[in-house]
């Protein structure tokens, strides 16, 4: 299993608790929940987050 470092959340974030965070692997990216580290977290390959990121910033998800 691939180690995860350098875990930070949005500099968005502001202390409403409600936030991931995102490490960088060399060949994976991952994802947990800043309420519950211990639960563990999913990666995913750096071209999907890549992808991920640009659909957020251009409303892809926006309901």
Do not use: Y
Request: net charge positive; charged share 25%.
């Amino acid at each position: 299993m691939e180690c995860i470092t350098g875990w930070r959340t949005s500099t968005r974030t502001q202390g409403q608790g409600q936030c991931v965070e995102v490490g960088f692997g060399v060949e994976r990216v991952g994802v947990r929940d800043t309420k519950n580290r211990a639960a563990g977290h999913l990666t995913v390959e750096p071209q999907r987050w890549r992808e991920f990121v640009s659909g957020v910033k251009r409303g892809v998800f926006d309901s």
